[in-house]
């Protein structure tokens, strides 16, 4: 009698639904923002308008995990097959050298507080994306300014974002003023204000690149330069110098993977697929042969990063060429060494949406304070909260690639990707969860292509996690293979038999185990699949 294969593992939220549509289709995060991107669509506006529309709204509702002091990379394919990207992020301060850091006795950039900050490259990112837009952006973010002005309720994920981190939030007397109004952390339904916030957003719809000059440049400036950042204004300017950028590519299957270039990780997915291709298909859906070989790849990926990679060099390269790939598919079941040390951690917080029009146009797009609520510091009287992304991104290890530097961006962690195939567009998603970003989006793109899911069963699934990645806040953790709640019984027990330091994790909920957001399209019929991730607050709409 033949044994029964292993009952494939259950998807979380199963009563959540594939919703499908023949024209259009939006996924995000949060009820409100897949709502203001499906307003501007029905009323004419294109996927980049409505990614500019959701983008402000995500600023008020989602204020932990993004703002316009923050950072924002997107990738775009137009109606026509051409895809281009947009990489949003700053540099450190020019005099923030690593001795700067050391004679003040620190072995790390710090995580919080003026020292953690680069310049922000959300508004210049929205000033490239605006000019292909149909709308100007005091329309498209006039959704977002009313809610900061007149108020939005109060969610339980705002009120968990906000309660973990009480402490330094109330140090902080403009950030408590938003987040711990009357000095307490605010009930689930009661109105959040950002008012201040309202006003400067109605100043750079105007002019994106008043962010970079003038009074509101010389205000972040002064508020910075106090607070001991050793910033000269010349970097800050530099923060507008931002321009579109063609996608790097791979291959999986029989689609191009187009991904964000750096100092986006999106190299890092490329790297994986490259790995895996040909791979899974054949295997069970995460049973133990999968997730050890998703395992190894991101390893695999995390260590090449670490070695050689910054943002100024052309390592990556070299890491997908044909002949490296080849050489390490061999290793990729091998376990870690039990307590080897690997560089880094997935904490943080982050969010994102999914947009295709009516014409095909589609856009991906992820936005960024760093760690939930970034450096936890606000420029007084402007509403913005600062992102602390030369904290996590940068490292003060000597000679390292990615040692901090005065005009090298720091590592990034977003990433955002488009799967084109031989009729047109595949696939696009993305996944926020730091380090976790990189891994769950291969696993999503190998359940979408390698066993034929719809996108919601696709960013439902189970995740697996390598631990540590590669960000430069944890340094010497045990490296471990995280292994959610779900998962067959059999992939756990054939990981821990492997010499995998496995720990099994609940199912993680609300921003620890990212929102993973995909939209398919039928090669045949042109019918689109949306899905949202059910461990956040999202949904997805299409028509």
Known sequence: MSTPPPAAPAALGQQQQVVLGRSSAIASSHSLITTEGARVL???????????????????????QCGIGGDAFAIVREPDGRVWTVGGSGYGPDGGTPDFYRERGHS????????????????AAHAVLARHARWDLARLWAGGIGLARHGFACTAKNRADITERRAPLAADP???????????????GRLLHQRDLATTLEVLAEDPMAFYRGELAERSLDFLTRGGAPFAGEEWQAGALLTEQ?????????????????????WMVLHQAGLLDGSLGALDLLGPEACGLFAGAARTAFDDRYAGVNADNSVWRELLSTDYLARQRADLADPARPGESLHASIDGDTTSTVVVDDEGRTVSFIHSLAFTFGARITVPGTGIVLNNRLGRGAYLVPDHPNEVAPRRKPLHTLNAWIADGPQGLAHVGNCPGGDGQVQWNMQVLSHLVDHGLDPQHAVSLPRLTVFPGSDADVIDRPSEVRLEEGLPAATVDALRAAGHLVREIPVQRGGPGGSALAISRD????????????????TAVAW
């Open 108 to 123: 790390a950039i710090p995580l919080t507080g003026a020292l953690s900050v680069t310049v922000p490259g959300a508004p």
């Open 174 to 188: 403009s950030t408590a003023a938003c987040f711990l109004p009357d000095g307490d952390v605010p009930a689930v």
């Open 42 to 64: 029905a009323a004419g506006g294109n996927a980049i308008d409505a990614t500019l529309a959701m983008a402000a709204v995500s600023w008020v509702v989602l204020p932990g």
């Open 246 to 266: 063609p996608a790097i590519t791979g291959r999986y299957g029989t689609l191009t993977v187009h991904q964000t270039p750096l100092p986006s990780a999106g």
């Open 523 to 538: 090669p045949h019929t042109g019918v689109l699949s949306a899905g949202a991730d059910p461990r956040m607050e999202g």
